[in-house]
């Protein structure tokens, strides 16, 4: 079935990741055990992780206590943070067809996609992952 609001299968990762980190605040958590929890490719973790370490929100350890963690506390971590270091800047004038300048003179759609940008780029930003809450306790 489709879906009007796409999120990239890399920024989806990144957050439910994050989540899963901020649900053990006091442990570390491999790569493995994030992919098994999260039904994900283990590489294609790997890569998300990186880019959410390159941005300062996780920290890793190597090793046989290795693992990944939050580098900062749950509740200064918005969602906006970890899609934007996934997947960039969220744009909400952005064209639905990706195009600079719409062909059009006018958006087929009139200001609904300007509106629903707006209201994920406001959720995003206004979600911590401390206010996931307990999406992930085990």
Do not use: W
């Not at 890399?10 to 493995?32: C, F, I, W």
């Amino acid at each position: 079935m489709a879906n009007m609001l796409r999120i990239s299968e890399a920024a989806s990762l990144g957050m439910h990741a994050a989540a899963v980190l901020a649900s053990r605040p006091k442990q570390r958590t491999t790569a493995a055990q994030l992919a098994q929890k999260l039904d994900a490719s283990e590489a294609h973790l790997a890569k998300v992780m990186q880019r959410l370490g390159k941005a300062g929100l996780v920290t890793s350890t190597r090793g046989p206590n290795g693992g990944f963690a939050l580098a900062k506390s749950a509740d200064k971590v918005r969602l906006l943070d970890v899609y934007e270091a996934v997947d960039g800047e969220l744009d909400p004038d952005n064209c639905l067809l990706g195009l600079p300048v719409c062909p059009g003179r006018k958006c087929i759609l009139g200001d609904l996609a300007a509106k629903v940008n707006k209201m994920v780029q406001e959720r995003l930003a206004g979600t911590t992952l401390a206010a996931l809450g307990t999406a992930f306790k085990e």
